[in-house]
T-cell receptor, first 113, second 115 residues
């Protein structure tokens, strides 16, 4: 059973609008979350992270929200740009600054010009 | 800039062959990881290493082994390749700071096809 779920395999958004990518997790021990972006034929690259002591982290156009009670996090991209078209992976790690992350299956975002 | 390189971008092997996938990082990272990426399953951890000659099993180690003789190099070995090992293989590295989380830096991946 997957501990990190991304229930939308794909998402299409118009350029300039908001993209919202969702991630749900089942392990209540997870306390650190990351988002990675992956272009075709490249490895994933780190985008943004959030610790469980926060409910929001912002970096430019990217904001991650964490709802611990719902075991849910989301990535908001505003405004969306065609260059944001990629696969986005949510990842989580459990306590003691564990070095391992559990990855979700990914959501393919297409930003249409 | 952290750089993680993988020896091949594409590899085609036959069932039963021994396959070596090599990964090198140039940032003196302690941790190194091997994942496989399959559609609908995301990245699944095969093995990781937090020091030279140290290795730990990940979630799906069956059919694989690893070697870390030098800090910068982490090899994934398929002793006898099978068709269900056809996949994208990704190597990653990260620092080992025991007081904070550290993101992983990924190589470009090796797409392995086993016929």
């Amino acid at each position: 059973d997957q501990q990190v779920k991304q229930n939308s395999p794909s998402l299409s958004v118009q350029e300039g609008r908001i993209s919202i990518l969702n991630c749900d997790y089942t392990n209540s021990m997870f306390d650190y979350f990351l988002w990675y972006k992956k272009y075709p034929a490249e490895g994933p690259t780190f985008l943004i992270s959030i610790s469980s002591i926060k409910d929001k982290n912002e970096d430019g156009r990217f904001t991650v929200f964490l709802n611990k009670s719902a075991k849910h996090l989301s990535l908001h991209i505003v405004p969306s740009q065609p260059g944001d078209s990629a696969v986005y992976f949510c990842a989580a790690s459990a306590g003691n600054y564990g070095q391992n992350f559990v990855f979700g299956p990914g959501t393919r975002l297409s930003v249409l010009p | 800039d952290v750089k993680v390189t993988q020896s091949s971008r594409y590899l085609v092997k036959r069932t039963g062959e021994k396959v070596f996938l090599e990964c090198v990082q140039d940032m003196d990272h302690e941790n190194m990881f091997w994942y496989r990426q399959d559609p609908g399953l995301g990245l699944r951890l095969i093995y990781f290493s937090y020091d030279v000659k140290m290795k730990e099993k990940g979630d799906i180690p069956e059919g694989y082994s690893v070697s870390r003789e030098k800090k910068e190099r982490f090899s994934l070995i398929l002793e006898s390749a099978s068709t269900n090992q056809t996949s994208m293989y990704l190597c990653a590295s990260s620092l080992l700071w025991e007081s904070s989380y550290n993101e992983q830096f990924f190589g470009p991946g090796t797409r392995l096809t086993v016929l």
